[in-house]
């Protein structure tokens, strides 16, 4: 009888297996699932880590800056002005020495036959050529040719107050235009910005000239820093317009 019980416990077990191997073989089969491969050993030309995506471009320094990256750049070539969205153009500065005798590159009798107040833009460009700019208020046409500048500022279309910078002498202004109704030093105000030059006004001719030195400091060969042109005027309102100290009984230099 112990025999036989022993029999059937083990067929039971072998039974069960069977069933156990079945059940198994059985959901394999309905989820679709398969075993993969595993994956090749990494070869020698292949990186161990991961690639990262590709970029536009190289990998920046950290240590550089948008400014040094900008001087860098071989499409931004260093150039000796920077080029700005925005010009402020600025008058020649006193003491500046033009290219060439401006007394020949702009003949004084052009300058003086411009009319103020009746002289038009077209006219001017027709006698001087196209303005290097324009700019301010109220307009003002810089024409520039060989260094010199000549600068004409203008109402609605007509010419109102002409400079001309570095040009002549006080030599030359007194063989042109003889002595000075006036003489003046400059305190500075906002029409004439620096103080201690001096100022000699010919308010018949509508000139003033102005010089980088105080009027005892003046020779014949003391050179022009800017010679203004107008309509005639009034000595005490040029005397209260530009804030002149009035020089009493001067005398020109005698040489």
């Given at each position: ?55 536009p ?15 860098a ?43 103020f ?57 007194l ?12 305190e ?15 308010p ?25 042109f ?26």
């Amino acid at each position: 009888m112990l025999s036989i019980r022993l029999k059937r416990l083990g067929g039971l077990f072998l039974l069960l297996i069977a069933l156990g191997i079945g059940r198994g073989v059985w959901a394999y089969l309905a989820t679709g699932t398969t075993i993969s491969a595993p994956a090749p050993p990494p070869s020698a030309t292949a990186p161990l880590t991961p690639l990262l995506p590709a970029r536009p471009s190289a990998t920046p320094n950290p240590h550089t800056t948008p400014f040094s990256a900008l001087l860098a750049s071989p499409a931004a070539p260093l150039t000796p002005f920077g080029t700005s969205p925005f010009q402020f153009p600025t008058a020649t500065p006193f003491g500046a020495t033009p290219a060439a005798d401006c007394r020949r590159v702009l003949p004084i009798e052009s300058v003086e036959t411009i009319h103020f107040g009746q002289t038009t833009t077209a006219q001017l460009q027709a006698a001087f050529g196209a303005p290097a700019s324009v700019h301010g208020r109220p307009p003002t046409y810089r024409f520039v040719a060989e260094g010199c500048v000549l600068e004409v500022s203008v109402g609605f279309r007509e010419a109102q107050e002409a400079i001309l910078y570095d040009y002549g002498t006080l030599g030359w202004l007194l063989a042109r235009y003889g002595q000075p109704a006036a003489v003046g030093i400059s305190e500075g105000n906002l029409v004439l910005l620096l103080a201690g030059r001096a100022v000699l006004l010919y308010p018949e001719r509508g000139v003033i000239a102005v010089f980088d030195a105080l009027p005892t400091e003046l020779t014949r060969t003391t050179p022009i820093n800017a010679l203004h042109f107008r309509a005639p005027y009034e000595v005490e309102k040029q005397v209260a317009r530009l804030k002149l100290a009035t020089v009493e009984a001067w005398q020109p230099p005698l040489r």
